[in-house]
């Protein structure tokens, strides 16, 4: 072999050493975090409502997020995910949109596993891009027969023993996104709670001093992966997140989309214990 070849060919394979590092590297990444489905996992938070706030002080709520069922989600994941909130015994449950992917044949199905969701003081749902797309008022219309209440620009006021909680829900924000109508005649001195889809309301609800977001749409990333932040690099990927006395939480979800996995992103189901503002709503909460 001629000395000019032999050294061509080291240099080659030194400037291809840096490359084949980085796949080892994501090689041992990829092997040390599961492909999803799996069932979701439970994040407990607390959450500090202000004003008359012993009006909520106790109550658990939990959230179900885009769930997408469809091509990449089974009937029989929901179902689960069903089974895995009624076990928790929530006084509320907060379903924030995305209840099927671009095929109407699933919301039916979807709306009947959801009926069976059970708490003191009711579940009410809010729609998603996706619900949007494919086709609300039908969404709508199966979730209500189920004995879901869908909060489309509107609130209600749940009632306890020591006062109301006020609970707004939202059209998706790239729809028909409507806060002003959704809040008007709400109290101002009872603890208000909103459903959005979509976490870009946020700072809409700070403005109108909101104690509490629920939103998803994001997925945390769904496909988290060394390098590639643009799929999941956004202001309110997951997690809790608080400005002035309005605090969110983004929602991993437990669906999938564009993709049948997710990675390094596994699904989940909050737990929301809301506390009243005399505990501390300076805290500083982390985000995921």
Known sequence: MPISTLDDRRKTHWAWRPVRQTRMRWGRWLADRPTYPRLPEFSNLDIFLSGNSEQGDGLRAAQLSDVHHGLFVSLREVEHAVELINYKSP???????????????HIEPVAKALGKLQANLGVFAVLGNHDHRTDAGSIEHQLTGNGIQVLRNRHVVLQRERGGIGLAGVDDVWYSCDLAKALKGMPQDI??????????????????????????????????????????????RSGLQRLSKTQIYVSRGIGRVVLPVRLGCPPEIPIFHLRSSSGDINYTHASG
């Open 191 to 236: 603890p208000r709670i909103l459903l959005c889809h979509n976490p870009s309301i946020f700072l809409e609800a700070v403005r109108e001093g909101i104690d509490f977001v629920a939103s998803g749409h994001t997925h945390g990333g769904q496909v988290r992966v060394p390098g590639l932040n643009a799929m999941y690099n956004r202001p309110f």
């Open 91 to 105: 006084d509320l449950v907060l379903l924030t949109g995305d209840f099927v992917t671009r095929s109407w044949v």
